[in-house]
């Protein structure tokens, strides 16, 4: 089992990844006390569970940097057979991302190494039911840490703010990030955010029994060679301050600057609107 463990400064929140090597099962903890298990990786219909996608080599360390700064980077090459009769291959690289400057978030990595065909039947053809053709990360529920803890996202055709907890999490076709979870019966409710990194429009959180992760959209027609998502998890002590920890550190990767609220016109004046009961019509798909 490698840890990956950095000092944080007093009071920020702490999260740690320990990854076990030969499984690629690992725990995310915040202040060492165990929030995630990741259960799961998968491809349409190959999965870590099941055997048919399974590690082709140990994993690669490396180093790295991007917006966020300087990175530690361990790498696991998944390999299985996308078309029936052919020899396994590698068709994804999942990673890990630490940051030694600020250890209060880890960023997950799927990398395509080559082109997936997403619209075919059969074997190829994504898991039924679930919203990702791809999954990674995984998060365990049902018998996962996190069980009990409370959780909200933003989802439906006016973003509604929905409350759960975390085993009965529902993931739906528009929306769902980001996902909060938040320990309530801690006093400082400590709590992670998770959502896209990058391409947001093209990934999904997913959920079945056992599992909420995120990945590829399974309404996508392909995943093209050398296609990169990304997916952040940003802890933060208190749901105000985390949220606005969460927004900072996605302003950073975007390479933007937070802006005065009250800069803008609705937000700084008392005004009034004039669409009540206004009809329209628009269809957001199913």
Known sequence: IANCHMESEAGAPLLKLELDDASGLYNITLDGQLWLHGNVVSLLSLSSRDG????????????????????????????????????????????????????GFVVFEQHFPREVDLTDGGKTGSRSGLRAASIFPGFARNEGPADAMHCFSYFGEFANMNSTTFSKYTD????????????????????????????AKAAHVAADE??????????????????????????????????????????????????????????????????????????TGS
């Open 52 to 103: 048919t996608l399974s590690l082709s080599r140990p994993p690669l360390r490396s180093k790295g940097a991007d917006a966020l700064g300087s990175y530690d980077a361990i790498t696991l090459e998944w390999e299985g057979s996308l078309a029936a009769a052919s020899p396994p291959e590698v068709v994804m690289r999942t990673s890990f991302r630490t940051y030694p400057s600020d250890p």
């Open 172 to 199: 739906v076709h528009q929306g769902g990030v980001p996902l909060v979870i938040y320990d309530a019966t801690a006093p400082k409710l400590p709590m992670l955010v998770f959502s896209q990194l990058n391409n």
């Open 210 to 283: 056992r599992f909420v992760g995120a990945g590829v959209k399974a309404t996508a027609h392909k995943i093209n060679k050398g296609w990169r998502q990304l997916f952040i998890l940003s802890a933060g002590i208190g749901i105000n301050d985390g949220m606005m920890a969460w927004g900072d550190r996605m302003l950073t990767y975007s390479g933007k600057r937070r802006v005065d609220l009250y800069r803008d016109v609705t937000h700084s004046t008392i005004g009034f609107w004039t669409d009540n009961g206004g009809g329209y019509y628009y269809n």
